[in-house]
């Protein structure tokens, strides 16, 4: 089993930024794909990054690439995401999930293990 613990959610201007954090515990990840996942209410969950733990690759939604930079802290088995130009449109819940492997890295049913969630809101 592995518990994820969302942070760093909030209200922002656009044009803002946020970092969002994800702390794993419970086993070693290094064999999993760690991804932040988004949803707005009334919409299907959207895929927005993801970080294979053994390789370093990481993969984006066209929508955030170039703003948004998913990375990793090993000494705390943690997952960042650096949001930055952020757009009213980004406003949503951000969900923290991962997996073991690395297939169906944009697919959120793939995922096996989920935080509860930090909301972002981008608001003037």
């Known amino acids: 089993q592995v518990q994820l613990v969302e942070s760093g959610g909030g209200l922002v201007q656009p044009g803002g930024s946020l970092r969002l954090s994800c702390a794993a515990s419970?086993?070693?990840?290094?064999?999993?794909?760690l991804g932040w996942f988004r949803q707005v209410p009334g919409k299907e969950r959207e895929f927005v990054a993801a970080?294979?733990?053994?390789?370093?690759?990481?993969f984006y939604a066209d929508s955030v690439k170039g703003r948004f930079t998913i990375s990793r802290d090993n000494a705390k088995n943690t997952v960042l995401l650096q949001m930055n130009s952020l757009r009213p449109e980004d406003t949503a819940v951000y969900y923290c999930?991962?997996?073991?492997?690395?297939?169906?890295?944009?697919?959120?049913?793939?995922?096996?293990?989920w935080g509860q969630g930090t909301q972002v809101t981008v608001s003037s």
């Open positions: 970080l294979i733990w053994s390789s370093g690759s990481v």
């Open positions: 999930a991962a997996r073991n492997g690395s297939g169906l890295i944009r697919t959120d049913t793939a995922y096996a293990y």
């Open positions: 419970g086993r070693t990840v290094s064999t999993f794909t």
